[in-house]
């Protein structure tokens, strides 16, 4: 079976083609939860952006522990999938309106260029905490009054 120019060309562009996506599954594979941990703090925002076309979740989480008189950091993150039915989407939601510390369980993927979210954290659960937002008003202490002698 003899094989002309054009189809030397075709099946040299398909062997490239067949070569990259082989290339890419690869990486993604090596760079798919690259890392994994939790991390602890108040939900300050959760929002969809994006173009009609490649919408995303975004959330940003203030740390806790930082050294008192410096600014807090702020962790920004992403969720796999758009959509308020997804559950840890709900779950984030009940954290954001119960103004308490959560912990976030991630998910670092690293280099995904195909992804809508320009974020490489992904949070894949959604554990509460049972302490109040420092943001809130706590119940005034009562001075202890000494004992009259």
């Known amino acids: 079976m003899k094989i002309g120019t054009r189809g030397k060309l075709i099946l040299g562009l398909l062997t490239v083609v067949l070569l990259l996506a082989a290339w890419q599954g690869l990486r993604y594979w090596w760079y798919k939860a690259y890392s994994v941990g939790e991390r602890t ?6 929002s969809t952006k994006g173009t009609p076309l490649c919408k995303y979740v975004e959330g940003e989480l203030t740390l806790i522990g930082a050294a008192p008189g410096t600014a807090a950091e702020t962790w920004t ?5 758009v959509g308020q039915d997804i559950p840890v989407y709900k779950k984030l939601e009940e954290a954001s ?7 976030l369980k991630y998910r670092q993927d690293l280099k995904s260029w195909w ?5 490489e954290y992904f949070v894949t659960d ?3 905490s049972s302490a ?6 706590a119940a005034p202490a009562v001075p202890a009054v000494p004992a009259p002698h």
Not at 97 to 103: Q, Y
Not at 115 to 119: D, E
């Open 97 to 103: 309106r119960a103004e308490k510390t959560v912990t």
């Open 77 to 81: 993150f992403s969720i796999d999938g």
């Open 115 to 119: 992804r809508c979210t320009p974020h």
């Open 132 to 137: 109040p937002s420092p943001a809130s008003p």
């Open 41 to 46: 703090g108040f939900l300050r925002k959760l």
């Open 126 to 128: 959604v554990l509460s």
